[in-house]
């Protein structure tokens, strides 16, 4: 059974920078694509980034050169290093599989950024 934990959220001020890690197991990690989502209150889901499995990444316009995605397949873990932090990217962030699979959701790690 595919698990994921995220880990990483946190308060930060804007212009503050967070790292989140995801890490899965109960499947070959290092053959898949893995996702950043993010869900902000009363909005649907959104892919923030992805990473293939050749390292290939991917970003949505919102967050491009100031998220960075990255993944270490010797630990099961995927990153999400994220700088200068906007308001706007307060939201819970849940890693998946890219596309997502929708057992294979996490809790996610709350991401609030305010001054």
């Known amino acids: 059974q595919v698990q994921v934990v995220e880990s990483g959220g946190g308060l930060v001020q804007p212009g503050g920078s967070l790292r989140l890690s995801c890490a899965a197991s109960?499947?070959?990690?290092?053959?898949?694509?893995m996702g950043w989502y993010r869900q902000a209150p009363g909005k649907q889901r959104e892919l923030v980034a992805r990473?293939?499995?050749?390292?290939?990444?991917d970003y949505a316009d919102s967050v491009k050169g100031r998220f960075t995605i990255s993944r270490d397949n010797a630990k099961n873990t995927v990153y999400l290093q994220m700088h200068s932090l906007k308001p706007e990217d307060t939201a819970v962030y849940y890693c998946?599989?890219?596309?997502?699979?929708?057992?294979?959701w996490g809790q996610g790690t709350q991401v609030t950024v305010s001054s």
């Open positions: 990473i293939a499995s050749h390292v290939t990444t």
């Open positions: 109960g499947l070959i990690f290092s053959a898949y694509s």
């Open positions: 998946n599989l890219y596309p997502p699979l929708r057992d294979y």
